[in-house]
């Protein structure tokens, strides 16, 4: 998608002038990373809110012609971010992000899994209900816990959204986080409705089907235990004005540590 002038003169002047652009918990000011993305359009929702995407960093397991394949609307919704100034990365494994060459010297601020899932095992191991499953998927999210924390600014947050009913709730989300160091600052209830144009993706059989979501929230943790409210969104509205984000463009190309 081609952005046209009008939309081309917004991005630069939120960028010249530093207007704020928010939705729901993410704002242009904090350097987002999303993994785990199916189609990309959650991405694309904060895209969209934002104006200008060039604080985020938007990834997927898949390769590009795997992706393509796979979602009717991803290469839209790809060139989309990318127009608008988003570094989209492909095939990130969420168990060696950390290590990632491009990822590896980068802190975010916020770094979101909607809907973590590691797939299914075979056989009658493949239901949701089966320990085994659970076991699979709780090493996936603990892997992913483990690298997010290592690419965290000191009061950055990490976010999942995840469903609360059982068998779901059997993961234990908060005490895989607390595994690896993490803090619980809040529990929010999660709804699609809240983010424009998001279509949480199946990722696993019938890719490119939606999945009730049912009950869930947005799950917050962080390296520092805070409350995360108001004050704390005006401390990384302060770093981000020292870090002088707007005036040097896309963080991503200094590669600072940003600690």
Known sequence: MDLNSDELLSC????????EKRIKHYTNYQRILLVGEGDFSFAVSLARAFGSSRNMVAT?????????????????????????GCVVLHEVDVHGMSQHPFLSCIRF??????????????????????QFQIWFHQDLVRGFFKNAREMLTEIGEIHVTHKTTYPFSRWEIVKLAEEVGLYLLQEEKFS??????????????????????????TFKFGKILYHSTPSSYYIDL????????RTNGPYMHHCHSFI
């Open 192 to 217: 699609k409705w809240d983010y424009p144009g998001y279509e949480n993706k199946r990722g696993a059989g019938l890719c490119d089907q939606t999945f009730p979501v049912g009950e869930c929230s």
């Open 12 to 19: 630069l002047l939120m960028e010249v002038l530093g207007f």
């Open 60 to 84: 997927s397991l898949d390769d590009r012609e795997s992706l393509m394949r796979k979602y009717s609307k991803a290469m839209s919704n790809v060139m989309e971010l990318e127009n608008r």
């Open 238 to 245: 302060v770093r981000a004005y020292g870090q002088d984000s």
């Open 109 to 130: 601020d916020r770094i979101i899994y909607n809907f973590p899932h590691a797939g299914y095992l075979r056989g009658p191991l493949s239901s949701e209900y089966n």
